[in-house]
């Protein structure tokens, strides 16, 4: 196994979701496979190959620095599960 | 006279202007045939009252200059819809209602189109044969059972059964080639910047791209001139003037040099295929084409470098999902616990997968051995393609390697799934647009497409070499409605 239930659980916490011990099975093996399909690119040396940065050949525009706030405070927190007034509300973090 | 709905786009748009039915007759066509299509499960949401009052407003007003005056056409429920829910087929954004247009939708909306509705795709468009939405499988037309391809298999299969008069759908990997394949219809994937992705729920940023599904390949022509253009919210579209696609169409493809990859011809790739593509590459020579073999050696290496770029840009761009600021929000003892409810809850398990995949390819010690070794391998894969464009116009593919296949088949085994792509990934890759046209049926009577690959902002040279197929090969959907 490429990936052991141990970096399952690793990862899934980097990656905040949380798992049972029957998904962290099922997904050692699946992730294995996966990452045992992608091993085959150590079959070509790239030592001397400059890695892409960007597909298209074209520099990115700059604009000018303006303020562009267009006062959508409310359409942002339109779809929040929980606000008050102007706030996110999220679980209590400092104790 | 036959059905509205078995019009295409170009007809219909035509039709509408010469006053031969009206804007709403045609709206009241496909929502009719769409009311009784629930056994595709194709719509998400259903936007039918809204599309009838804005159809009649149109015929009212009687303004007939845009490309697509008077319209409804339903999209993928990948892009945001200003007031009309968005899910992007996940449990995670099963309330989100965007308070803002994505720029590809409001193009066709500024073309005189309105919305029909948002059509099922896999979860995220992470997917390829709409088994991984939330809201349940798409079923393709072409048989009870059978898959219709992913992640924009809705689109393809409302397309194919009459359901929208067109539609718009995205491909990562493969998403707009693979279904339209598979439901004998035309899709294409224009090329990295062509098409805005402002507004579009993103999956791989550098590998997404918007573009047409259509009856045929005038349509597509058409739709995808009313859904090109720069945008300055999406730094990565480029400023480029858009071709007039549809005027300059043409089946006049002499002397263009097509490209024929040895690489492509696959192990275990059905005779079938292989016939197709034979007979693909006699009607470009009946059309004056010019046929080169070409090699594209690092072909193989397509998919797992796709299997660590695709998961590790989705891995960044999920981690917005936190039940915070929009969509699913689970109960937590705190905020960590929180988080990982909502994320344990709101998103299904092939999502899971890649986010973990992504994560861990980018974790602390990884980096290097995968996503810059992935990277590294991406710009060979793109070498390869600037080279043989040296010499030739475009290349003629295979769109898949197979006809569709029946649900469960592939489900439970993710590298299977993954195989499908092996023709359309490293397009991707490479930035460039493809084209998928169908141009046959299989034994079993199941549409088979070929792909035409171009060079980048050349989509007007693969569209004319997909018309001189399209007249060649005399396709035609026969279905019954077996569904309604």
């Given at each position: 196994m490429l990936i052991d239930k141990d970096t399952v659980k690793h990862i899934a916490k980097l990656a905040r979701i949380s798992l049972d011990e029957k998904k962290i099975n099922n997904l050692s093996k699946d992730?294995?496979?996966i990452m045992e399909f992608i091993e085959k690119l150590n079959e070509l040396n790239t030592e001397k190959t400059v890695p892409l940065t960007s597909i298209i050949n074209a520099s990115l525009r700059s604009r000018k620095d303006e303020v562009s706030d267009e006062k959508i405070r409310d359409q942002i927190l339109k779809n929040s599960p929980e606000k008050n007034e102007e706030f996110f509300v999220v679980p209590k973090v400092i104790e | 006279m036959s059905n509205i709905s078995d019009f295409t786009l170009t007809k219909l748009v035509a039709g509408i202007k010469k006053k031969d039915f009206t804007?709403?007759?045609v709206t009241e066509s496909f929502i009719s045939s769409s009311e009784k299509s629930k056994k595709l499960n194709t719509y998400i949401t259903q936007c039918f009252d809204k599309a009838i009052n804005t159809a009649k407003n149109f015929d009212k007003k009687k303004d007939y200059k845009g490309l697509l005056a008077g319209v409804p056409i339903a999209v993928k429920d990948l892009f945001c819809t200003k007031n009309v829910k968005t899910t992007a087929g996940s449990k995670i954004l099963h309330n989100f209602v965007p308070t803002y247009e994505s720029?590809?939708?409001n193009n066709l909306w500024s073309e005189g189109s309105f919305l029909l509705g948002k059509l099922n795709c896999d979860e995220f468009a992470m997917g390829s044969s709409n088994e991984t939405s939330f809201f349940g499988n798409v079923t393709n037309p072409f048989g009870d059972k059978l898959v219709p391809g992913g992640s924009s298999g809705g689109s393809a299969s409302a397309?194919?059964?009459?359901?929208?008069?067109a539609t718009i759908g995205t491909d990562t990997g493969g998403s707009i080639r693979q279904p339209a394949s598979f439901t004998g219809t035309v899709g294409l994937k224009p090329t990295y910047g062509r098409c805005s992705r402002w507004g579009i729920v993103a999956f791989a940023s550098s590998l997404d791209q918007a573009g047409p599904m259509t009856k045929n390949v005038e349509d597509c022509a058409l739709l995808l001139q009313a859904m090109s253009g720069?945008?300055?919210?999406?730094?990565?579209s480029v400023d480029r003037k858009v071709d007039n696609y549809s005027s300059k169409l043409t089946e006049k493809v002499k002397g263009l040099k097509i490209g024929i990859p040895k690489e492509y011809r696959v192990e275990n790739m059905p005779n079938e295929i292989d016939k197709l593509w034979k007979r693909g590459i006699d009607?470009?020579?009946?059309?004056?084409a010019v046929i080169k073999n070409i090699s594209l050696p690092h072909t193989k290496y397509a998919l797992p470098t796709y299997y660590i770029v695709a998961p590790a840009e989705a891995s960044s761009n999920l981690a917005r999902y936190d039940g915070v600021k929009y969509g699913h929000r689970s109960k937590g003892n705190n905020l960590f616990e929180m988080y990982e409810n909502t994320r344990s809850e709101g998103f299904g398990d092939e999502v899971k997968r890649r986010i973990l995949i992504g994560t861990y390819v980018l974790s602390s010690g990884y980096y290097d051995a995968y996503y810059l070794k992935a990277q590294k391998v991406r710009q060979l894969i793109k070498n390869d393609f600037d080279k043989a464009f040296n010499d030739i116009d475009a290349i003629l593919t295979p769109s898949t390697p197979s006809a569709a296949f029946k649900m469960g088949d592939k489900k439970d085994d993710p590298v299977s799934m993954y195989l499908n792509?092996?023709?359309?990934v490293p397009i991707n890759l490479a930035g460039l647009p493809a084209i998928s046209v169908p141009a046959g049926y299989d034994k079993n009577d199941l549409p088979l497409g070929l792909q035409l690959i171009g060079k980048a902002f050349d989509e007007q040279t693969i569209l004319n070499l997909s018309l001189a197929i399209e007249k060649r090969a005399n396709f035609k959907i026969k279905l019954k409605a077996w569904w309604s």
């Open positions: 992730l294995s496979s | 804007s709403q007759e720029t590809v939708t397309v194919a059964a009459n359901l929208t008069p720069y945008d300055s919210k999406d730094s990565t009607y470009l020579k009946d059309a004056g792509d092996i023709f359309t």
